[in-house]
C-alpha cells in the first residue's frame, strides 16, 4: 500500500487510530475494567475471552502496521474485523458486542476495503 500523499497518509492513521482505540478498548475488557468485581474470564466465558483476546492482539498489531504503512496491517485488520463481525452475525453467543461496537467494527471494516481499492486504483493508474 502507498500512501505517500498528505490524505491518503492521514486517511490511513486515521484509520489505524480507530483500530487502535478499538483495540485498547478490547484490552480494557480482557482485564475486567467495566466488570467491577467479576472476573472477565467468567463474564465472557473461556471461549468468548479467548476470542477476544486474539480479536483484541490482532487489532493492536494490525493498528500499528497501519501507523507504519505497512500492508500487512490492512491485511490483518480486515481479516480480524471480517471474522469477529461474520462469527457475531452468524449467531455465535461468545462474540459479544453492542450495537455500538458493531457500528464502529463496521465502519472499520469499510474503511479498510476502501483502503483496498484506493490502492488498486493508484497502482492501475500508475501503470497506464
Not at 16 to 22: S, T
Not at 24 to 29: F, G, I, Q, V, Y
Not at 47 to 60: D, E, K
Not at 75 to 101: C, F, H, K, P, W
Amino acid at each position: 500500500m502507498d500512501f505517500n500523499s498528505p490524505i491518503g497518509g492521514r486517511y490511513v492513521r486515521i484509520v489505524a487510530i480507530i483500530a487502535l482505540l478499538l483495540g485498547l478498548n478490547d484490552a480494557s475488557r480482557l482485564l475486567g475494567v467495566t466488570t467491577g468485581a467479576a472476573s472477565p474470564f467468567d463474564t465472557l466465558g473461556a471461549a468468548g475471552f479467548t476470542y477476544l483476546a486474539i480479536f483484541a492482539l490482532a487489532r493492536l498489531f494490525a493498528a500499528v502496521g497501519l501507523w507504519i504503512r505497512a500492508s500487512w496491517g490492512a491485511v490483518l485488520l480486515v481479516g480480524a474485523t471480517a471474522i469477529e463481525l461474520g462469527m457475531y452475525v452468524l449467531g455465535n453467543r461468545d462474540i459479544q458486542m453492542s450495537m455500538l461496537g458493531f457500528a464502529v467494527r463496521l465502519v472499520l471494516l469499510v474503511s479498510i476495503i476502501l483502503v483496498f481499492v484506493l490502492s488498486f486504483r493508484m497502482r492501475q493508474r500508475a501503470h497506464d
